[in-house]
C-alpha cells in the first residue's frame, strides 16, 4: 500500500494579502503613506511636495519595479553595501628593470602511491556525480 503525498508547488512565489499586493508590498505601501502623511502633518505644503515626491516615487518602485527580473530591495541593499563596505584598490605599473631574468624549472618528486590516492579521489568524485545525474534523470 502506498501513501500518497502531495508535493507543495509554487514555493517560491508569495502569497496575496490585500488584492495584488504581497505582505512585504503592503508593509512598503504603508510605511511609504505614513511617512508621506507625518510630512504632510509637520512642514509646510511647499515643503511637503518637495519631500513626498521623492519619497512616494522610492516606495512605487519598491513596490512594483523589478529590474532583471528581481526586486527593487535587492538592488538598494546592494548599493548600500557597496556604499558602506571598504573598497580595495590595486594599481601595479608595469616596471620593466625588475622583470625576472630566467624561469628555473621546479622538480617535484611524484610517488606512486600519491598518485593513486589522487587517481582513486577522482574516479569516487567522478562516479559520485554521475550517480546524483541519474537519480535526477530519473525522478
Known sequence: MYMRFEVPQFINIEDKLFGPFTFKQSI???????MIYLIYRLLPTFVVIFL?????AFTLALVFYKPNGRPFI????SWILYIFTEKFYLWRQKDRSHAPQQMQPIEKEVSPENT?????????????????LDYDNNQ
Open 74 to 77: 535587492k538592488m538598494v541593499e
Open 28 to 34: 512598503y505601501l504603508v510605511g511609504g503613506g505614513g
Open 52 to 56: 513626498a515626491l521623492p519619497i512616494a
Open 116 to 132: 593513486f590516492k589522487q587517481d582513486q579521489q577522482r574516479i569516487s568524485d567522478l562516479a559520485w556525480s554521475l550517480d546524483i
